[in-house]
């Protein structure tokens, strides 16, 4: 498996996300900065940063090159 936390996907019901957390997963898989979507979202960095931080959690990710490489491969599958 490419990341061990796949198993997390069983259904769709296993992890929630809020909708401010979607809006970044799609903003980290278009490949914007966290300066770019505090910009977008009306929002400040260290908002950006806690919403990046719960997403991490909830999917097991370590850092941000795995939050980023999980937006790329994940994201649409989460999203729709």
Do not use: C, Q, W
């Not at 900065?33 to 991490?56: Q, R, W």
């Amino acid at each position: 498996t490419l990341f061990p936390y796949t198993t997390l996907f069983r259904s769709d019901e296993d992890v929630e996300l809020s909708i401010p957390e979607r809006m970044v997963l799609e903003y980290i898989k278009n490949n914007l900065s966290t300066t770019e979507i505090a910009k977008k979202m009306g929002s400040t960095k260290d908002i950006v940063n806690i919403h990046m931080s719960d997403i991490m959690r909830k999917f097991e990710l370590k850092n941000n090159f795995d939050l980023t490489k999980f937006a790329v491969l994940y994201a649409d599958a989460i999203l729709r």
